[in-house]
T-cell receptor
Framework: DTGVSQNPRHKITKRGQNVTFRCDPI?????LYWYRQTLGQGPEFLTY????????KSRLLSDRFSAERPKGSFSTLEIQRTEQGDSAMYLC?????????????????FGSGTRLTVV | DQQVKQNSPSLSVQEGRISILNCDYT??????FLWYKKYPAEGPTFLIS?????DKNEDGRFTVFLNKSAKHLSLHIVPSQPGDSAVYFC?????????????FGSGTQLTVLP
């Protein structure tokens, strides 16, 4: 297992188009997170899944955003009717169920991200 | 309202000297703190963490100090190496939060000069 994989690495799209990103987490991790990072800022939480269930969504996740994790494996993040303000790095991360078990040893494992540019 | 703040956007240090990166937080419910390092075109990688029941955690060249009364933590890197040049993010979470979501600061760009 080579870690968390995200595709594509870069995406340029015209305003109003729909885009979909994919994340493949570490296979034994059952929690999967999506974060967004804009220039000069730290990552901001968007949503997370425990297995296939989406358990929490940030207010940043407008109704144009939808995330899925069918069968509790890979996840997709779709943005409909993209706007220029959606331009950002979208980061996926995965972890074990219980972060306490990994305290002092590990935090999340992040992927390299998908950089979205809306023109 | 930024709950985790890194007030220094950048820091330059000579190789071999100590690097000290600072982080302040406002949410008293935070009880677990982490530092991540990020190189360009890569995702953040976990560096070191500390629970609120401790005031210090050490891992090799990296030490994190936590001052709960001041709501302040710092990361010390000794000795600094050119390969440490990266953006460092401070992050925090609440045990009571179901998501274990992390709240990140805006990062500090560390440059270690040879």
């Amino acid at each position: 297992d080579t870690g968390v994989s995200q595709n594509p690495r870069h995406k340029i799209t015209k305003r109003g188009q729909n885009v979909t990103f994919r994340c493949d987490p570490i296979s034994e991790h059952n929690r999967l997170y999506w974060y967004r990072q804009t220039l000069g800022q730290g990552p901001e939480f968007l949503t997370y899944f425990q297995n296939e269930a989406q358990l929490e969504k940030s207010r940043l996740l407008s109704d144009r955003f939808s995330a899925e994790r069918p069968k509790g494996s890979f996840s997709t993040l779709e943005i409909q009717r993209t706007e220029q303000g959606d331009s950002a790095m979208y980061l996926c991360a995965s972890s074990f169920l219980n972060l306490e078990r990994d305290r002092g040893r590990d935090g999340y494992t992040f992927g390299s991200g998908t950089r979205l540019t809306v023109v | 309202d930024q709950q985790v703040k890194q007030n220094s956007p950048s820091l330059s240090v000579q190789e071999g000297r100590i690097s000290i990166l600072n982080c302040d937080y406002t949410n008293s419910m935070f009880d677990y703190f982490l530092w991540y390092k990020k190189y360009p075109a890569e995702g953040p990688t976990f560096l070191i963490s500390i629970s609120s029941i401790k005031d210090k955690n050490e891992d090799g060249r990296f030490t994190v100090f936590l001052n709960k009364s001041a709501k302040h933590l710092s990361l010390h890197i000794v000795p600094s190496q050119p390969g440490d040049s990266a953006v460092y993010f401070c992050a925090a979470s609440e045990s009571s939060g179901s998501a274990r979501q992390l709240t990140f600061g805006s990062g500090t760009q560390l440059t270690v000069l040879p």
